[in-house]
């Protein structure tokens, strides 16, 4: 359970937000002192001249000791550090109440610093990011934790980060006040075992009138709850459900504002974007640490009006069963206006070509994303192949319009070399017109020469694309993809990595 509990924990750190300071790498360079009149330098004091606007962006730039350690420049310092807009993070402090050789922690001195700290502030808060103090802070009643939340709604806090680092198993229930916490821009929660009830809250009221991206880590809540979240915050643009096992299981999206949703080592039962009018990405990827769940186990994957979606994946023939509108696409569903998705120009895939039911799956989802320009494959290695197929399967399948009129690059990840991945590639190199661009990205654990098997497609007279600049890169190494880089809405192509 331990080594589950520090993947999870790693997992649960490498998505969430990167505070605007962190220790690892901002620091006082500078010697303050010879550069300050009286401070032994005997310098000229040029920070000094600097207007007040710009030293208070100094000053939120620094880890909290460091930002702590201005004050004692002078006066003007500690008038700045009083009245800039906090960033606290809890890591930045925790070592210095590591006790002996042993490792054990003072966590009530932790927690009464970090009081301090927020109590001390004039406000406004800018970053909170607690990730290692919140489990002492919501025990015997969570009365520190509730303190705290107050003076968030109070100093008008904008990002929030609140991390159970637990004790297994999570015992931790959110307190209410949360609720309460109007200014929040940006949230994420990690490692609660119960989100609060949102049925008694005012009909139609705005929770969240200004949260922008929401974050839920291995924290239960409730489908209606979430529901509820979305329907009260009118300008959420990004939700991120991020190793959220069956909890919510159901989940539905029904928002005016989203334009991303990220179901990031997730199990649900089910994932109906039902309204999401303005949503263009639903990024999808199904490696849940720890999670056990039976073989045939799916999970239906319903998009509903979402007439902006223009980035999609990774769909996984094994572990999704789509669903456009009312028809559930299944093998030989014929393309119509019920059972497309015309507005996807990226789309990913995983597959896994040692076996027979999910590669015979594709022809029938490229089917249903007539408008694709970019298409993304990811080959995932069988634990018990069924059998592969070879190009006869490919030649029987019948014209397919994105490969006939929209592809411009494919991008097929973690080639192994095996036969059933060259006829997928042959089969593509032979249909699609209009393409420009074929990056292959050999696996980590391919053998050795595994990309002269590859020369024969770069070799081939039946290419249908008759572009002067078409190219077939091949490079080594596997998916370097990660949640900041899928979550990027400043990449035009989450997937390209």
Known sequence: MAATMDGIMRAILSCIPVAPSSATDSCLSADFSSNFPGGGGGGEDRISRLPDALLSNIVSRLPVKDAARTAAISPRW????????????????????????????????????????????QGPFHCIHLTTVCNYAAARGGSALVRWLHLFAAKAVEGL??????RWPLDKTLPAELLRVASLRRLYLGLW???????????????????????????????KDLDSLLQRSPVLEKLALILNYATPRNVRVRSRSLRCVLFWMSIAEGLDVAVAPRLERLILWNDCPGACFDKNFRTRVKIG???????L???EPSIHVLEIRNTVIEFGTKASPTTTVPSVKILGLRVRFGMHRETKALPTFLRCFPKVETLHVMSAEADEPTGKLNFKFWQDVSPLQCLQSHIKKVVFKNFRGYRSELAFLRFVTERAQLLQKMVIVLADDSKEGVAKKLKPLACSTKRASRDPKFMILVRKGGSAWSFRVAS????????DC
């Open 193 to 223: 075992d119960e989100f609060p009830d949102t049925d008694h809250l005012p009909r139609g009221a705005h929770v969240f009138p200004h949260l922008l991206e929401l974050g839920f880590c291995r924290t239960d809540i409730k489908d």
């Open 313 to 315: 994946g990774y769909l």
């Open 78 to 121: 500690r008038r700045l550090r009083s009245s800039t807009p906090l960033v606290l993070e809890d890591v930045d402090i925790f070592h210095d109440y590591v006790v002996g050789h042993d490792g054990l922690i003072d966590w009530r001195g932790l927690t009464s610093t970090v009081s301090r700290i927020l109590s001390g502030h």
């Open 305 to 311: 009006n979402t007439q902006a979606l223009k980035v």
């Open 488 to 495: 990027d809405l400043s990449k035009s192509d989450p997937f």
């Open 161 to 166: 980060v609140l991390v159970n680092f637990p």
